[in-house]
Nanobody, 124 residues
Framework: QAQLVESGGDMVQAGGSLRLSCAASALTFDRYSMSWFRHTPGKEREFVAGILRSGGRTFYADSVKGRFTISRDNAKNTVSLQMNSLKPEDTAVYYC?????????????????WGQGTQVTVSS
């Protein structure tokens, strides 16, 4: 059974940085495009960033562009999200997701596997 496990969530002050990681197992990682989503209670789940299979192209939500960087290491079956200049509105549970599609989608339901999430809290 394929599994995605996120780590790195924490509480940080506004302006700070965090690095999230997602470790994949039981899947052929380099066949999957990977994305990060986030969810805050009372809001819809939001696409944050995505990266294609080879890592050659990345995609970002406007709200995080220039502050967040997604990367992947196909040798280690991991995808990371470097988050800088964090804002209180970045507070959410962050999830990684995997899709066999060549491209990434901003739609949660389009993915084949999802992790359990890691909490990020940014205080003002």
């Amino acid at each position: 059974q394929a599994q995605l496990v996120e780590s790195g969530g924490d509480m940080v002050q506004a302006g700070g940085s965090l690095r999230l990681s997602c470790a994949a197992s039981a899947l052929t990682f380099d066949r999957y495009s990977m994305s990060w989503f986030r969810h805050t209670p009372g809001k819809e789940r939001e696409f944050v960033a995505g990266i294609l299979r080879s890592g050659g192209r990345t995609f970002y939500a406007d709200s995080v562009k220039g502050r967040f960087t997604i990367s992947r290491d196909n040798a280690k079956n991991t995808v990371s999200l470097q988050m800088n200049s964090l804002k209180p509105e970045d507070t959410a549970v962050y999830y990684c997701a995997a899709t066999l599609s060549y491209s990434v989608s901003s739609t949660w339901g389009s993915y084949d596997y999802w992790g359990q999430g890691t909490q990020v809290t940014v205080s003002s």
